[in-house]
C-alpha cells in the first residue's frame, strides 16, 4: 500500500521533486511544476505498490494473464491513481496553500492511446484486474499522436494532431533492457539443421520496437501494467550520405520506422493505410510475444509450462497475428514441433468477439500479407490447411462448412477466422451477442467446437464513473449503505430500500441538478456554448457510426421542430440534446452526421419558437475527461443501435450507473440492463434482432414508410429543404432511395416505436417524484455491470487464473 500517510509527508516529497527537477519550492512552482511534481510522487508509489505485488505473486508461482489490444482508453491518469492509491484527500490537502488540486487534474490531457469503447473496455479491464489483485499486463502501441483531436469547423469534422505526448510522458518509464526487433518484407529460405527446419531472413526491414510502462493501480493491493511499443529505426546514421548533403534521404530512411507508432487507425481506404495498419498490428503482436516468451523464460524456464503461467488474450481480431507469431517462436527459435506448438498455442491464447457486423470482420489480401510477413503467412497457409482437413474429416467433405471456417478464402486472410482456430475460448461480450456469434455468425465453428463458445458481459470502471465522478452521489450512497459498495459493486443493491424516500429522492434530484449546472459552466468555459441548466439534458455520446444511429435521433430532432413550429403553443418540457463522438477520418457519411447535428443547432438557436424550447448540440473532441463531467449530469441515455448490431455497449451502463434513464433497442447490453431494472425502468422500443433479419427477409421497403406516415414524411421534406442555411437531401437519399439499400440501418422503420418511447419518457419526467425513484433503481440495478464481475467470470471461466 501507499507509503505516504499524512499530509506533511506528501508536502515533503513534492517539495523534493520541485527542488531535484526544477530547482524550486513548494511556494514557488508554478502549476505545471506542480503537475510533474505530483506525478513524480505518484509513479513513485505505484512503482513500489508494483514490487510489492509482483513479489507476493512469484512467491505463489501464480499465472499472469497478458491482454493484447489496439488501443487502451486510459483517459486522465492522476486523478484516478490518487484515488486507488487512497492519497486522494491527502494531496489535495497538501496542496490547498498552493493550488486547487483540480487544476492540476485539468493540466493533463487525455492519454493518445486509445478511440472508443474498445479501448475504454480495455482500460477499465486493467483496473478491475489489479482492483481484483490478479496479475497482468497489458501491451498496446504507444501513439505519438493519438487517433486525432476533433475540431468542428462550420459544422464540418476536422482533424487535428492529437499532441498528447508532453503532458502524458511523465507517467512513462522506458525499458530499453526489453525492446524488441521486428521483421518486415524480405523473403524466407528453409534449411534443415539438427533435424530441423530453420528459417533464414533475407532482405527483410528490422524495426526496434522500444517499450514504455505505465503501471495502473487497483482500489487495494493490486497493479497492472501496461506496456506500450514505440518504433525505432534500427539503421545507423548514415553519415556519408549526410555529409553528401542529401538530408532528405537520411531523415527519411529514419522516419520510415517510425510512422508505425504515429498514429492510431491511420486512415486506410489506399494501399500505403493498409500496409500501415498491418504493420501496426503485427509490430504489436511481434514485439508482445517476444515478450511474454522472454519473460516466461527467465522466471519459468521450460515454455512447455507457458499455458500454466500464461494467459494470453486477443481484444477483438487487431492482435489475431499473436497466433502465428507465438508458432513461429516456438518453431523457429525452440525447437517445437508443429503440433506441439500448436497444442501450447491453443491453450495459451483466448479470443474477444466484439461485432456482430460483417464488414468490421477484419480480412486482409493475402499478397499483401505474403509480402510484407513473409514467414507468417507461410504458417497461416499451413493452419489453413491442416484446420480445413479437419473440418473435410468431422463434417464428411461437406465444402459449405470449410469455406465457412477457412482462414483463407477468396484470396483473403480472415483474422476472426484465424482467432478462433487458434484460441481455447472465444467469447461474446453480451448475452444476444454470444447467441448470435453461436447461432449464425459462427456457427460452422460451434457445432465443430461448442465447447469453446462462451459468453461474458461487459463491465466498466465503476469506481471511476460513481465515486470520483460523480463526488456528491457518492457521498449520497454512503450515508445511506456505508462504504462496502465501494469494493463491491453488488452491494449498490441496497439501494433500493430507500426508492419510497422522499427525502432520498429529492436529495437525489438535487445531485442530478447540481451536477447539470457544474457541466453547463464546463461546456461554456471549454466551447462558449450555452446549456441552460433548468433543460432536461438528453444524451446521445459515442463513436459516430451508422449503426448506432445518430441519424435516428436527429430526425427525432427534427420531428420535435416540425411539430412545435405546427403547434407553437404546444406544452413542451425544454430539452437539450447533446450528442458527441468522433467519426473516424475516411469515414464520410458519419460526417454528415455530425454536420446535420451541427446545422439543427443554428436552425433551433435562430428560431424563436424553438429556442428555450428545444436546444441540440454537437460537443466536439469528446473524451474520457469530457465524459466522466458528462455522466453525472445526463438525465436521458440514448443506446438506440439497429437490434442485432452492437455487441454490448459501455456507456449504456455509465450512465445507469449515474441515474440517467436509458431509452433503447433490445441491443447489447441493454437486453441485460432490462432484465435488471424490469422494463417499467427503461423505455425499451423497436424491433428485436430477430425481427430486423425477418423484415430483411420480407424485403424492407423505407419509401412505403415515407408514403404512409405524415411526421416521417415531415421530416424528411425538411431535409430536402434548408436546415441552418444547408441542404440535406442526399440524406432524404440514403434514408429513401440509396442503391443498393436504402435506409441500411432501418431508421424509419423504427422511428414510430421511438417516438413513443420519447413521449413515455416526456410523460416521466413531468413527475419528478417517479423519475427520481426509477433513477435510484438504475443506480441500484448497476451493480452487475462493474468490470470487477466480468474479470471474475473471465479468470474463471477461461483465463484459470488465481487472485495473488
Known amino acids: 500500500m501507499a507509503h505516504i500517510k499524512d499530509t506533511l509527508t506528501a508536502q515533503e516529497k513534492i517539495n523534493d521533486k520541485l527542488k531535484r527537477y526544477f530547482n524550486v519550492t513548494l511556494g514557488e512552482a508554478n502549476k505545471d511544476q506542480l503537475y510533474n511534481a505530483c506525478v513524480g510522487v505518484v509513479r513513485d508509489e505505484l512503482l513500489t505498490k508494483r514490487q510489492d505485488f509482483t513479489q507476493k505473486r512469484m512467491k505463489k508461482r501464480g499465472k499472469r494473464v497478458y491482454y493484447l489490444c489496439m488501443e487502451f482508453l486510459l483517459g486522465q491518469s492522476l486523478k484516478t491513481s490518487l484515488f486507488n492509491l ?107 539443421a539438427d533435424g530441423h527446419m530453420k528459417p533464414v531472413y533475407i ?112 481484444n477483438d481480431t487487431h492482435p489475431a497475428l499473436c497466433i502465428p507469431e507465438l508458432m513461429r517462436i516456438l518453431m523457429d527459435e525452440h525447437d517445437f514441433g508443429w503440433d506441439e506448438a500448436f497444442d501450447v498455442v491453443t491453450r495459451t491464447v483466448a479470443y474477444t468477439n466484439h461485432t456482430v457486423m460483417a464488414e468490421a470482420l477484419e480480412e486482409w489480401d493475402q499478397n499483401l500479407v505474403k509480402t510484407l510477413l513473409p514467414r507468417i503467412y507461410d504458417i497461416i497457409l499451413e493452419l489453413d490447411n491442416r484446420h480445413n482437413a479437419h473440418l473435410r474429416s468431422k463434417f464428411n467433405g461437406d465444402e459449405r462448412k470449410v469455406q465457412s471456417c477457412a482462414i483463407l478464402y477468396y484470396n483473403k486472410v480472415r483474422m476472426a477466422n484465424l482467432s478462433i482456430v487458434g484460441s481455447h475460448h472465444v467469447n461474446g461480450v453480451s448475452a444476444l451477442h454470444s447467441d448470435i456469434l453461436k447461432d449464425t455468425l459462427f456457427n460452422d465453428f460451434y457445432q465443430d467446437t461448442p465447447e469453446k463458445f462462451t459468453n461474458v458481459t461487459n463491465g466498466i470502471a465503476y469506481r471511476r464513473w460513481l465515486c470520483q465522478s460523480n463526488p456528491e452521489l457518492n457521498d449520497l450512497i454512503k450515508e445511506l449503505i456505508g462504504e462496502k459498495f465501494m469494493s463491491k459493486a453488488s452491494e449498490l443493491s441496497k439501494l433500493k430500500k430507500f426508492t419510497k424516500d422522499n427525502t432520498v429522492l429529492e436529495r437525489l434530484a438535487q445531485i442530478k441538478y447540481n451536477n447539470k449546472v457544474e457541466f453547463a459552466n464546463y461546456v461554456y468555459k471549454r ?228 417516438m413513443q418511447a420519447h413521449e413515455a419518457m416526456d410523460a416521466l419526467y413531468k413527475n419528478p417524484t417517479e423519475w427520481n425513484k426509477k433513477s435510484l433503481i438504475n443506480i441500484s440495478k448497476a451493480g452487475k455491470f462493474a468490470a470487477d464481475r466480468s474479470i471474475e467470470e473471465y479468470a474463471k471461466n477461461i483465463w484459470n487464473l488465481k487472485k495473488v
Open 86 to 192: 487512497k492519497l486522494d484527500k491527502i494531496f489535495d490537502e497538501a496542496l490547498k496553500p498552493y493550488v486547487n488540486i483540480e487544476d492540476l487534474y485539468d493540466i493533463e490531457p487525455d492519454a493518445g492511446l486509445g478511440n472508443g469503447g474498445l479501448g475504454r473496455l480495455a482500460a477499465c479491464f486493467l483496473d478491475g484486474l489489479a482492483a481484483q489483485n490478479y496479475p497482468a499486463m497489458g501491451y498496446t502501441i504507444r501513439y505519438d499522436y493519438g487517433l486525432f483531436k476533433q475540431r468542428i469547423v462550420d459544422g464540418w469534422q476536422t482533424e487535428l494532431p492529437d499532441n498528447w505526448l508532453p503532458g502524458g510522458e511523465p507517467w512513462m518509464i522506458q525499458r530499453k533492457d526489453h525492446s524488441a526487433t521486428v521483421r518486415f518484407n524480405g523473403r524466407v529460405e528453409y534449411h534443415w
Open 203 to 314: 532482405d527483410c526491414d528490422e524495426i526496434l520496437a522500444m517499450p514504455y510502462e505505465m503501471i495502473i493501480s487497483g482500489y487495494g493491493d493490486g497493479a497492472s501494467t501496461l506496456r506500450m511499443w514505440s518504433a525505432k529505426t534500427k539503421r545507423e546514421f548514415d553519415i556519408k550520405t549526410f555529409g553528401t548533403g542529401d538530408y532528405t534521404r537520411v531523415m527519411r530512411l529514419q522516419s520510415e520506422a517510425e510512422l508505425i507508432s504515429k498514429v492510431l487507425y491511420p486512415a486506410d481506404h489506399h494501399l500505403e493505410g493498409k500496409t500501415l495498419r498491418l504493420k501496426q498490428e503485427y509490430f504489436l503482436v511481434s514485439a508482445s510475444i517476444q515478450n511474454i516468451i522472454a519473460d516466461h523464460l527467465r522466471r519459468w524456464g521450460d515454455l512447455h509450462t507457458l499455458p500454466d503461467m500464461a494467459a494470453i488474450h486477443i
Open 527 to 754: 466551447t462558449g456554448i450555452v446549456i441552460d441548466p433548468q433543460t432536461r439534458f438528453d444524451v446521445q455520446a459515442k463513436r459516430i457510426h451508422e449503426y448506432k444511429r445518430q441519424l435516428l435521433n436527429a430526425l427525432k430532432v427534427i420531428a420535435l421542430m416540425n411539430e412545435i413550429r405546427h403547434n407553437p403553443n404546444k406544452e413542451v418540457t425544454p430539452q437539450t440534446f447533446i450528442f458527441a463522438g468522433k467519426a473516424a477520418s475516411g469515414y464520410y457519411v458519419a460526417k454528415q452526421l455530425i454536420q446535420l447535428v451541427c446545422a439543427l443547432s443554428r436552425e433551433i438557436e435562430s428560431d424563436p419558437l424553438l429556442k428555450g424550447k428545444i436546444n441540440c448540440i454537437f460537443l466536439e473532441n469528446y473524451a474520457v475527461s469530457v465524459s466522466e463531467k458528462m455522466m453525472p449530469a445526463s438525465e436521458v441515455s440514448q443506446q438506440i443501435s439497429l437490434a442485432g448490431k452492437e455487441a454490448s455497449g459501455t456507456g449504456n451502463m455509465k450512465f445507469m450507473l449515474n441515474g440517467a434513464l436509458t431509452i433503447g433497442t433490445l441491443d447489447g447490453a441493454n437486453v441485460e440492463m432490462s432484465q435488471e431494472v424490469g422494463m417499467d425502468n427503461i423505455f425499451i422500443f423497436g424491433m428485436t434482432a430477430d425481427q430486423v433479419e425477418n423484415l430483411w427477409k420480407e424485403g424492407y421497403n423505407s419509401t412505403n414508410l415515407y408514403n404512409q406516415n405524415a411526421i416521417i414524411r415531415g421530416v424528411i421534406d425538411t431535409l430536402n429543404g434548408r436546415i441552418g442555411g444547408e441542404n440535406f437531401s442526399h440524406i432524404a437519399q440514403y434514408l429513401l432511395t440509396r442503391s443498393p439499400i436504402a435506409d441500411p440501418y432501418m431508421c424509419l422503420a423504427d422511428f414510430d416505436s421511438y
